[in-house]
Each structure stands twice: as C-alpha cells, then as structure tokens.
C-alpha cells in the first residue's frame, strides 16, 4: 500500500522546524538576521513608522502644553478614545503571554517559534498602551505620585484602594513588568548565542554585558527551566487578571452597558482574539521579509487562526449574551443602551464591530482561510480594527446617551485624539522593527530543543 | 566584603585559591552521545562533571547526580511578602492613616483588597523567580575558566560539552582525555583555569 509511505505521526503533526534544518542552521539563520544589514523593506517600513511615532511625540507635547481638551473628551463622554485605545493595546499584548505562558504550560511545542516576537509584542504593546492614562492624567511627571502610593508632601494623602482604577495601576504596571522580565529570561541564552558568535569586539562586549556570562551548563539549565516554568505559572493567572481588572473599571460602575458580570472573561477573549490577530498580521509580514518560511509554518499560522476562530466565536456569544440578558433584566435603561448600541447614532460603528469580530473568523472553519497567507494576513487587519470598535462601542454607547435626555451628545475625536493614535502605532511598529533588528526574534534555544524531539521521533526514539 | 563580592562575581585575582586547571572538556555531536558519556563517566568514579549545552536536555540532571532546584522554596517566601505587604499597604493607608469614607463603605476590606494582593504577590514571585535564578546561577559572571576551552562558542551552538572538572578526586588530566575519546569525543582539551 502506497499510504504506508506516509508516517501517521507527520500526517497528523506536520514538522515544526522544515526545511532540514540542523542545530547549527537554525543558529545561523536566526542570527544573520542580527548581523547582516537589513533587507530594503526594513527600511521602507522604518520610514514610515518613525515619523509617525514623531508624530506622537508631537501630539503628546501639544496635549501637555495645552491641557486635555485638546482631545474630544468631554461631557457626557468623559472616555473616549483614549481609553478605547489603552484597552485596545492591552489587549494585543496579551496574545504574548498567552503563547509564551498557557501554551508553555500546555505544552503546545508550535509556541517556540513564535512566542519569542510575541513577548516582544506584549512589551511595546504596553507601553503604547501606557501613554494614554499616563498623559490623561495630564501632567504626567506628577502621575507617580497619583498613581503609585509613593509618599510625597504634595498631597499628604493616599490613593483608594477600594478603586477599580487603582487595581488596574497595579495589575498593568505588574503585567509591563513580569512580560519584561519573562522576555529577558528567555533571551539570555540566545544573547550568549550572539556573544559566542560576534567577531566584532563592540558587540562582543554588549552581548557580554546583556547574557550576563551564560554558559549554558547543566547546573546553570537547572534553574533556568525552573525559573521558565515558574514564571509561566506566574503570567498564567496574571495575564487573566489583566484584563479582568481592565474590565472591573467598567463593570464595577452602575452605568448600563458596563455593569455586567460577563465583562471580565468576554475582555480576555477579546484579548486574546486582538492579540492573536496583531501577532498573525506582524509574523506573516516578518517570515516574508527575513525568509523564515522554514521556522514559522503553515502549521504555526493555522494554529493561530484556530485560536482566532475560537475566541471570535467566544466574543460573538457574548455580543449575543448581552443582549439577552439586557432583555432578560426587564430594566428598561439596559434595554434602551443595548437597542441604542445597535440602531442608534454609533450603529455603524456597532455593525462594523460585528462584521470584523464576529462574522471575519467564521471564515477559518475553511482550510483554505487557514492555510492561505493573503486571507489570514487580510481577515487579522478586519480584526484588529473589529476589536478597536468593540473597545470604542462599549464606552462610547454606554456614555453619550445617559439619564438624562438633556445632557446627550456625540463623541467626536479631534485631531490630537488622531494623531496620537496613528502615532503609538508608529511607536510599536518602530520598537517591533528595532527588535527584529538587533535581538533574535526566534528563541534559538528553544527552537533547538523542538528540533531535537523532532529528530528522535524521526529516528523512532521512544521519547 | 568588597572582596567575597568581587570574587562572586569571578574576577581574576579575587578567586579563592589559584588552580592551574579548570578541567578537561570533551566535544560530543548529540545530546544523546553526551548522555551516554556521562552515564559511563559517573560509572568509572567521575563525579565532579559539568555539561555544557545549546539546549536544556531531559535526564541530564539524574545523569549528573544534581538535585532539584531550591528556586521554588525561593518564590513561595517572595510570594508571601508580596501577600502580606499588599493587606498591611491596603489596610495602613485606607484604614489608618488616611480614613476617607467612600460612600459608608468599609475602610478596609479582604474583597475590594484581593486584586492588588494578587498582583503584588504575583509581581514579588516573579522577580524572586528570575533574581533568585540568577543568584542560584552566579550571573552576572565576569570570568569563567570554561570560556579559556578553545571551541567553548559550541556550547551555545550545536556541540554538546562534558568536562570533568579538576578538583574531582580521580582527576589526572592524561587519563580524562584518554575516557573522553573513547567515548567518542570530537576534540578533548586541558582546559586553564
């Protein structure tokens, strides 16, 4: 039988790593990445990403000079888009730990090619994110001491900690700082790589100084998975709470549309929905600039769109329970937000929502979606911007139409609110290309350890 | 204490005795070969062996003689004080030094108190997982005598290194590298301290 010639094990689990690839092919290949010159689409996405992250500057420094209305804020939408886009960049960053801490632990081996440019995600998808409450405050060199229970003879008083706004000070600036330590630990070896390979005795000694004098003994990798499993342990539970806590800044108010118990799990599907389609839309683009075709699958981008597919689903029924449940509670202010949602003033920013979020995905049912680089790469770019509008459709619908008829109104954002939009995702794209750039986007070691088991089960090594 | 420091952090001329030898190092293709070098190594008497690898290898541990990790009881501690500084910050500055009543609620708590608890733990955990990794490793090194090895850039590329180390009581540098050969070693060096 002709069948036989097809291993069931392949069949069933196409290789991670192709292309036969040996340990020291995969050092090589992630590292010229680093120590080559850039390919020429480097550049001419770097000349586009650097002005517009000036352009933030530029907006930031207006804001500051001139106060906090010179975005569209005002009453009765006290939150526009700059809460919109801080959930909204959270809410990316979130995918990276997903990949590197739930898969980790799940022992999902297709992780390893990706989490590496995932947790790097993570990290600049925090910061963009971070800008936005921090120059809310609008004086952001004094935000310390409002945000951080910093003692000070300023205001001679504490924060309230009974405040949701507080526990989301505390669970994002928690979340920045384990994703970046996380990061780090996983690039030590892989910076040790790099110094072992440097001729230039510049970079020699900066990847010195960085992998710390990593040498990869037995003793050293005692710890070291220890300390990798320990921190996915960590990140697991910390990267549901993120978002959680986001969504208790809405959900604990008694505003309708926001007071509901689905908030927290319905945000970190949503989370992890965006982030998914943020991190298909970047490596879909980096395996075509730098040729990692061999490294990043099929395979690695199917999985991913399963995942989108999965949450998508997930956010469609909570679309749907909120509606019900709206219905359900015989309140007549709920009643009024949801139908408002839908057939009111911000309908088409609600049927848009539901277009991206709800009715892209269904697509990746179809092998043919999931498989094919143009279709994902186009239905992730609906979802991040379906995933926006969810973010904005949730605050803006909840606050222009309050209880009293007399106070409504309409948000509309001003070209600071613009600007600074365009202008963190300038930030990102700059900070993600500085990356792919100078450190490895691939955790080489990790890559190593898949390509070992692969190897074995080849050989028919009972692993 | 500026010198127990400076010789944590290896500098030459603050070690704790000068040694002419680090060890003898043996070069092996596969994870497997280098398993089975020091499953025999351990059965002809070695016992002070390090390996060096690209990768973290399963079974090298058991293989090696070393135990598990302490770094686990390292993280619990941490978490505990991240647990018990989240309730005393909460209750301290809502409860005690500044009482503002929001509303007639409670001034303190367990409920509005257990997010901050959780990240505050969380946040203590990590960095004694990844500080306490580090001190269990001795990073940052500034010198090590396994980098005086002539191909040591290997371990972090595609070899898989043994190196039975000086100070094991059945060291004599002309019969390890004769055992490092025979089991299949691609280039065995006496290696400087």
């Not at chain 1, 973010?391 to 948000?411: C, E, K, M, N, Q």
């Not at chain 2, 994870?31 to 060096?52: N, W």
Request: hydrophobic residues 50%; glycine residues 8%; charged residues 15%.
């Amino acid at each position: 039988m002709a069948d036989l010639a097809i291993d069931p094990r392949t069949e069933l689990n196409p290789p991670l790593v192709t292309g036969g690839a040996t340990y020291s092919s995969v050092t090589d290949q992630i590292s010229a990445i680093t120590e080559g010159k850039p390919p020429k689409q480097w550049y001419v996405v770097m000349g586009v990403a650097i002005p517009l992250a000036m352009m933030l500057f530029g907006c930031l420094a207006y804001l500051v000079a001139n106060g906090i209305g010179v975005w569209g804020n005002n009453s009765p939408v006290g939150w526009g888009w700059d809460i919109t886009n801080f959930v909204w960049w959270i809410g990316i960053g979130h995918a990276g730990t997903l990949i590197s801490a739930i898969l980790f632990l799940f022992r999902q081996k297709w992780r390893t090619s990706i989490n590496r440019a995932a947790e790097a995600m993570t990290l600049f998808a925090v910061a963009c994110a971070g800008i936005y409450p921090l120059f809310h405050t609008g004086r952001p060199w004094r935000a310390i001491y409002w945000l951080f229970p910093m003692p000070n003879e300023l205001l001679t008083m504490w924060q309230n900690f009974r405040s949701p706004l507080m526990w989301d000070v505390f669970a994002v600036s928690t979340y920045a700082t384990v994703s970046a330590l996380f990061w780090f630990v996983g690039l030590v070896p892989d910076l040790a790589t790099l110094r072992d390979r440097a001729t230039n005795p510049v970079r020699k000694t900066i990847f010195g100084i960085l992998s710390l004098g990593w040498r990869g003994s037995a003793s050293q990798w005692r710890h070291y998975e220890l300390a990798y499993l320990i921190l996915a342990g960590l990140s697991t539970p910390l990267v549901l709470s993120v978002h959680s806590i986001v969504s208790f800044d809405f959900a604990t108010s008694l505003m309708p549309g926001w007071h509901t118990t689905i908030f927290p799990p319905y945000f970190v599907a949503g989370a992890v929905f965006s982030g998914f389609a943020m991190v298909v839309t970047l490596m879909t683009l980096a395996r075509w600039v730098y040729g990692l075709e061999n490294l990043i699958t099929i395979k690695h981008l199917e999985n991913m769109c399963k995942v989108m597919l999965a949450t998508g689903t997930i956010v469609g029924f909570a679309y749907g329970t909120e509606f019900f449940i709206a219905w359900y509670s015989a309140n007549q202010y709920e009643r009024f937000i949801f139908l408002n949602r839908a057939f009111g003033p911000y309908a088409w920013a609600y049927w848009t929502m539901i277009s991206c979020n709800v009715i892209a995905p269904q697509f990746f049912w179809f092998k043919k979606f999931r498989t094919s680089i143009p279709a994902m790469f186009t239905l992730s770019i609906f979802i991040n911007i379906g995933m926006w509008f969810e973010r904005f459709v949730i605050i803006a619908t909840s606050l222009h139409r309050d209880f009293l008829p007399s106070s409504w109104g309409y948000f509309q954002p001003t070209w600071v609110d613009i600007g600074t939009f365009v202008g963190t995702m300038g930030l990102f794209l700059t900070l993600f290309l500085l990356f792919l750039r100078f450190l490895p986007a691939i955790a080489i070691s990790e890559v190593k350890g898949v390509l070992h088991h692969q190897i074995n089960t080849e050989k028919g090594v009972a692993h | 204490m500026a010198t127990s420091l400076l010789a944590r952090l290896g500098l030459p001329g603050f070690g704790k005795e000068t040694q002419k030898h680090y060890g003898v190092i043996g070069n092996f293709d596969t994870p497997e070969d280098l398993l089975r070098a020091i499953r025999t190594a351990r059965a002809a008497g070695y016992s002070k062996m390090e390996a060096y690898t690209p990768f973290p290898i399963h079974g090298i541990d058991e293989a090696l003689g070393e135990r598990r990790s302490p770094l686990g009881r390292i993280v619990i501690v941490c978490a505990m004080v991240g647990l018990t500084g989240a309730v005393l910050l909460q209750w301290w500055t809502g409860a005690v030094d500044y009482k503002l009543s929001i509303a007639g609620k409670p001034l303190f708590a367990l409920e509005p108190s257990v997010p901050i608890i959780f990240e505050l733990s969380v946040l203590l955990s990590a960095f004694g997982a990844v500080l306490g990794m580090f001190a269990l490793n001795k990073l940052p090194t500034y010198y090590h005598s396994f980098f005086n090895y002539t191909r040591a850039a290997g371990a972090s590329n595609d070899r898989f290194l043994l190196a039975v180390e000086a100070t094991d009581a059945k060291f004599n540098a002309e019969d390890v590298k004769t055992f490092l050969d025979s089991c299949g070693s691609r280039h065995t060096e006496l290696v400087e301290a």
